[in-house]
């Protein structure tokens, strides 16, 4: 069966620091892979996807960038936090088939200070 | 991508039918309609799917007018577990357009 895995569950990171998220997937090959934020008591915004190794798509200019590189592995980065970069982070990943929707991970919760 | 316009809560009572409805006046002809649900500090999980007409599964069934300008996400008997957020998304699947966008939800409370 399929899983995903997100680390790490929390984390607490000084204003400047640097950041780094991890998202695998196992139990399944060229998955499609998002990056989600969400504030505190708002919805999800979609940050990064990609449908392939090497294929990233940016759907909001910002502090973050995002890397596939292998084909199951994706990682969320920043050189340098802000205070605005706190939140709830959750990857996920699809097949692209109909019926089978998004596949979440535990999410991490980035607390910048 | 079309837009959603979903109740922002909603109160309901154990062993009560919940129906939470969802406005996509702009949904295109690929566009497929998805429910998710979401618990605090969770991620979303993916609930149903549907293009038109009615679809049910063991969680719920979602009914789709012809015209597919809303959805409605039923939720039979709902216990206080059931108390989260539900999100209702329209978009395409396949390739590189194949990413969905999330709208403030609609925070359905179960009270005993």
């Known amino acids: 069966s399929q899983t995903i895995h997100q680390w790490p569950a929390t984390l607490v990171q000084p204003v400047g620091s640097p950041l780094s998220l991890e998202c695998t997937v196992e139990?399944?090959?060229?998955?499609?892979l998002y990056w989600y934020r969400q504030a505190a008591g708002r919805g999800l915004q979609l940050l990064f996807y990609s449908v392939g190794i090497g294929q990233i798509s940016s759907e909001v200019p910002q502090n973050l960038s995002a890397s596939r590189p292998q084909d199951r592995q994706f990682i969320l980065s920043s050189k340098k936090l802000l205070l605005s970069d706190s939140g709830f982070y959750l990857c996920?990943?699809?097949?692209?088939?109909?019926?089978?929707?998004?596949?979440f991970g535990s999410g991490t919760r980035l607390t910048v200070v | 991508l079309a837009k959603t316009t979903q109740p922002i809560s909603m109160d309901s009572y154990e062993g009560q039918e919940v129906n939470i409805t969802c406005s996509h006046n702009n949904i295109a002809t690929n566009d497929y309609i998805t429910w998710y649900q979401q618990f605090p500090s969770q991620g979303p999980r993916f609930i149903i799917q549907?293009?038109?007409t009615k679809v049910t599964n063991e969680v719920a069934s979602l009914f789709i007018p012809a015209d597919r300008k809303s959805s409605t996400l039923s939720l039979p008997r709902v216990s206080l577990s059931d108390t989260a957020v539900y999100y209702c998304l329209v978009g395409r699947y396949g390739g590189a357009t194949n990413k969905l966008i999330f709208g403030t939800g609609t925070l359905l409370a179960v009270q005993p």
């Open positions: 549907g293009y038109k």
């Open positions: 139990g399944t090959s060229n998955p499609n």
């Open positions: 996920a990943w699809s097949t692209g088939k109909l019926g089978y929707g998004y596949t």
